[in-house]
């Protein structure tokens, strides 16, 4: 199948800060897969940074990957995606692409929206929006302009005073909101232990990704004495990175750019029903493309962390980015994904693969 793909730069309304840093833009890459018959399915990589890998290297990924797809390879999205996937390593982010543009070609090939051909009740839900880490008085007016808002997701994990203060703020300036908190792996276990009680006792209803990455032993520690639910986050990639956190978690949060797509996300979640966990669907930062293809399988989950479009200011992919911040998903109409084909006619001039 052929590629054609755009490497852009989104910009952050806010500097987005988190417990590794902070930014002000981050790159993505838009994929058109078409096929021998011309049928076209819209795909994107935004690349999470954590695990190492850039723009450019899942930009030439995604072609390679195309070129390896079997003929049709629309009529059975899957066993496609799960043909192709050893070549990705764990440039997952790259098969996202390819398998989201694989699932909207045969929803579109068939006229229909994707929630309809993966027999996914249609979007719906509430998606939070972030309050980024930063100063006090930055956080405290990001969630005043919010509070209108049911859900704000609170990224913390600086420093246990910092954190106290910041979550004080935010619970003061937005009394009315549900309230929630992402550390990104920032505490240690005895910070985590220390921070969550006082957590609770400020509204806030969950605690996303306490502790580094890949300290098991000690998420499991965690959980059994807190008093709010754990979630995983960076713990989560794919579908085999789920059986080390039994026992350990009371939810996942499935982003299709850890998870590699669709197809591999509804795996996730099909396993964390069976452990009886909560499901988070996530995102990164990301177009309209990604967001309605994670909004599809909004029906299928129990919470939604699909905020970008609010994060940005320059979404290339219409309709774009917005100032206005609502709690609706961003579900597109129409078939497939909903985002309509000749919005590549404004993406500029295509991507080169090895320029």
Known sequence: MRATTWLKDLTLRYPFGISRGSVSTLP??????????????????????????????????????AEALPPRAYYDPAAA??????????????????????????????????????GAPPPQGQTSYTIALDPLERMEARAR????????????????????????????????????????????????????????????EMVEQPLRRGSLWQLGDLRRSSPLPIFADEDVQGLASLGALRGRVDGI????????????????????????????????????????????????????????????TDDPVSPGSVDELSAEPPALDGPGIGVALDVVDELGKPHKPGA
């Open 253 to 312: 949060n499935i982003k299709l750019m850890k998870a590699g797509g669709i197809t591999e996300a509804l795996a996730m979640i099909a396993f964390a029903r069976r452990e009886g966990w909560s499901v988070l669907l996530g995102c990164m930062i990301e177009s309209r493309i990604a967001l309605a293809a994670a909004a599809e399988l909004s029906g299928m989950v129990d919470e939604l962390d699909l905020d970008a479009h609010m994060l940005t």
């Open 145 to 204: 302009e919010a509070a209108h808002l049911p859900l704000l997701k609170v990224k913390l994990g600086r420093d246990p005073e910092f954190d106290r203060a910041a979550i004080a703020r935010v619970a003061s300036a937005a009394p009315k909101a549900r309230l929630r908190v992402d550390a990104n792996g920032g505490w240690s276990l005895q910070e985590a232990r220390s921070i969550i009680p006082y957590l609770a006792d400020h509204r806030v």
């Open 81 to 118: 995606s799960a043909a192709v996937r050893p070549l990705a390593g764990g440039e997952l982010a790259a098969l996202a692409a390819v398998d989201i543009a694989l699932w909207d070609l045969a929803a579109r090939d068939r006229g229909l929206a994707l929630h309809r051909i993966l």
């Open 28 to 65: 993505t890459v838009l994929l058109r897969l078409e096929d021998e018959e011309r049928r076209v399915g819209l795909g994107e990589a935004s690349p999470v940074r954590y695990l190492g890998f850039s723009a450019a290297e899942h930009l030439a990924t995604i072609h390679r990957l």
